[in-house]
């Protein structure tokens, strides 16, 4: 049974620092685009960032309002992949979800940024 | 505000067929696959369609969609208390460089 798990969500004050983490037991893991969606409380969902696979060289993409705070990486010996935020705002509060963007989704992390 | 449209609600009775509408531009909608993900109350997004079209194994047939031009819709038919939820369409935006989703359709079942 496919299953994808995120971790590493928490309180952190303004301007802190948070990692995530996803462990994706994906059969395809290494084949698949990696994405984090987050969405906050009586939201929509919002697209965060991807990471493409080692053929199309690793390559990363980010929505505007995290570009330059968020890297988003991965580790497909480990089935892992990973959300490095920075510089965090109150306005990135949200749970955060890890998707192949397709069927797999975990249960989501949440992020609280307040002081 | 979401670069793809699509109506805040939609509500129907039980037996109805619904459809709920996902217009975008030529930059995504135009040139992409469009998806379709239902959430219930307090879950996480679950796959509806992939490609336009195509249903994943296991969901209900009741569930189908389309695509023209630049707009997309989901249409449920048979539509059931459990089918109500929140509806978002997603695709990938090529001048954005990035996926974009739906505001999202909060359906409910009358």
């Known amino acids: 049974e496919v299953q994808v798990v995120e971790s590493g969500g928490g309180l952190v004050q303004p301007g802190g620092s948070l990692k995530l983490s996803c462990a994706a037991s994906?059969?395809?893991?290494?084949?698949?685009?990696m994405h984090w969606v987050r969405q906050a409380s009586g939201q929509g969902l919002e697209w965060v960032g991807r990471?493409?696979?080692?053929?199309?060289?690793?390559?990363?993409a980010y929505t505007a309002s995290v570009k330059g705070r968020f890297t988003i990486s991965r580790d497909d010996s480990k089935n892992m992949a990973y959300l490095v935020m920075n510089s965090l705002k109150i306005e990135d509060t949200a749970l955060y979800y890890c998707?192949?963007?397709?069927?797999?989704w975990g249960q989501g992390t949440l992020v609280t940024v307040s002081s | 505000q979401s670069v793809l449209t699509q109506p805040p609600s939609a509500s129907a009775t039980p037996g109805q067929r619904v459809t709920i509408s996902c217009s975008g531009s030529n930059s995504n909608i135009g040139s992409n696959y469009v998806y379709w993900f239902q959430q219930l109350p307090g879950t996480a997004p679950k796959l509806l369609i992939y490609?336009?079209?195509q249903p994943p194994s296991g969901v209900s047939k009741r569930f189908s969609a389309s695509k023209s031009g630049t707009s997309a819709s989901l249409a449920i038919s048979g539509l059931r208390s459990e089918d109500e939820a929140a509806y978002y369409c997603a695709t990938w935006d090529d001048s954005l460089n990035g996926r974009v989703f739906g505001g999202g359709t909060k359906l409910t079942v009358l």
């Open positions: 998707t192949d963007g397709s069927a797999n």
């Open positions: 990471i493409s696979t080692k053929s199309n060289t690793y390559a990363t």
């Open positions: 994906i059969l395809t893991f290494s084949d698949s685009d």
């Open positions: 490609r336009n079209n």
